[in-house]
């Protein structure tokens, strides 16, 4: 499977708990993005990559959240002190780098489903 | 910095045509339309450059007016498996992709 993969699927977790999660892009992109999805939104951009180096931070996101790429290959997702208000799709997403000639599209992994309870 | 997108929600009978609009009020290298179902990641169904250009593969087209800033999908005679939501996905030069709130299709039979 060359697509962009995420692990793990699902998570149900217990408030307070910590919780990561792995993306695996699609090898030759070398941006990686992170975003949220709640029930009926668009999906919420958390974060983003450009091989190791982490370009943008949402504002939206509070310290408890904190990805990394260290390689610039895989990159994970931590949620320290897990609050309810956290369950959530969580998608990962990689694309071709900039410039890539009319490949610069975004390719979605399946996401991983986080439940707080 | 998130692009609008309208209308919210669209029913339409199958064989029908319709047209969602997505704006942003920063100025654009690119647009992605990406259609999501339900408890799917989204799909990517085209992207459009800078220069105007307009893409299109089947029954599902789309324009890009950077000068507007604007870019529409066009679904024509809509089928059953169009249905879902649809996502413009808007990208400045290097930088990360901001998806708007997105648009509800439902195709009746």
């Known amino acids: 499977d060359t697509g962009v993969s995420q692990d793990p699927r699902h998570k149900i977790t217990k408030r307070g708990q910590n919780v990561t999660f792995r993306c695996d892009p699609i090898?030759?992109?070398?941006?990686l993005y992170w975003y949220r999805q709640t029930l009926g939104q668009g999906p919420e951009f958390l974060t983003y990559f450009q091989n190791e180096a982490q370009l943008e931070k949402s504002r939206l996101l509070s310290d408890r959240f904190s990805a990394e790429r260290p390689k610039g290959s895989f990159s994970t997702l931590e949620i320290q002190r897990t609050e309810q208000g956290d369950s959530a799709m969580y998608l990962c997403?990689?694309?071709?780098?900039?410039?890539?000639?009319?490949?610069?599209?975004?390719?979605f992994g399946q996401g991983t489903r986080l439940t707080v309870v | 910095q998130q692009p609008v997108q309208s209308p919210q929600a669209v029913i339409l009978r199958e064989g029908e045509d319709a047209v969602i609009n997505c704006s942003s009020s920063?100025?654009?290298?690119?647009v992605h339309w990406y259609r999501q179902k339900h408890g799917e990641a989204p799909v990517f169904l085209m992207i459009?450059?800078?220069?105007?250009e307009q893409k299109g593969h089947e029954k599902i087209s789309a324009s890009f007016n950077e000068k507007k800033q604007q870019s529409s999908l066009y679904l024509t005679a809509s089928q059953l498996s169009y249905s879902g939501t649809y996502f413009c996905?808007?990208?400045?030069?290097?930088?990360?992709?901001?998806f708007g709130k997105g648009t509800r299709l439902h195709i009746l039979p």
């Open positions: 459009l450059l800078k220069g105007g």
């Open positions: 996905g808007t990208e400045n030069r290097d930088d990360k992709i901001i």
């Open positions: 920063k100025a654009l290298y690119s």
């Open positions: 090898s030759e992109h070398n941006r």
């Open positions: 997403a990689s694309s071709p780098p900039w410039g890539a000639p009319r490949n610069t599209e975004a390719f």
